[in-house]
Every structure is written in structure tokens, then in C-alpha cells.
């Protein structure tokens, strides 16, 4: 059974920094493609990042260089960096993989950005 748990959420400042943990089992994330998405108020579900099976890391242009996905094999779980938080950045964070044509989503984490 596969299974996400993500946790690391919370209230930050403006400008403050935050990881995400995105836990898997029932599957190991080394050999799938692992991504993150946000949900703001009223939004839709947007990409955040991904990373690949291979290690390579996308992000979406508006992004790049606040957000970075890593991985730990070992941990088997999937990271959220992301630096520099503006109060936009406030949402539920879910990590996501695919599996055999299913989506399989985790609970989310609140990331509250305010001051």
C-alpha cells in the first residue's frame, strides 16, 4: 500500500525558511519521479518542483531558486527546501507520485507565511 506523509509545515516570517518532508511507504522513492505541489486559498493545485527517478531536480520558472527538492534513499523520503517565503507562498503542500497510472497524494502540511 502506498502511502505519503508529509510533515515540516507551519507559521513562518517573511523572508524565513522552511523543509518539508514528504515520508513514503510501499514504495521506494529512488525509483519513482516525486513531486510537489501547493494549493493556496481559492487555487488550484500547482507544481512546486519534482524530482526524478534519475536525481534530476525541475522547478517551475517563478520558482527557481527559492524551492529545491532533494532526496534521502535511505529515509526514503522527498524534501522541500524553500528560502526566502513570501506571504504568497502561503498553502497546503502535498507531495505526489505515480503509480501504474494512479495518482497517490499525501495528507498535506500548512505552510503559513505571515508576520
Known amino acids: 500500500q502506498v502511502q505519503l506523509v508529509e510533515s515540516g509545515g507551519g507559521l513562518v516570517q517573511p523572508g524565513g525558511s522552511l523543509r518539508l518532508s514528504c515520508a513514503a511507504s510501499?514504495?521506494?522513492?529512488?525509483?519513482?519521479?516525486v513531486g510537489w505541489y501547493r494549493q493556496g486559498p481559492g487555487e488550484e493545485r500547482s507544481s512546486v518542483g519534482h524530482?526524478?527517478?534519475?536525481?534530476?531536480?525541475y522547478y517551475p520558472d517563478a520558482l527557481e531558486g527559492r524551492f529545491t527538492v532533494s532526496r534521502d534513499d535511505a529515509k526514503n523520503t522527498v524534501y522541500l527546501q524553500m528560502s526566502a517565503l513570501k506571504p504568497e507562498d502561503t498553502a497546503v503542500y502535498f507531495c505526489?507520485?505515480?503509480?501504474?497510472?494512479?495518482?497517490?497524494w499525501g495528507q498535506g502540511t500548512q505552510v503559513t507565511v505571515s508576520s
Open positions: 505526489n507520485v505515480w503509480i501504474q497510472g494512479k495518482p497517490y
Open positions: 510501499g514504495i521506494d522513492v529512488s525509483e519513482n519521479n
Open positions: 524530482i526524478t527517478r534519475a536525481g534530476n531536480t
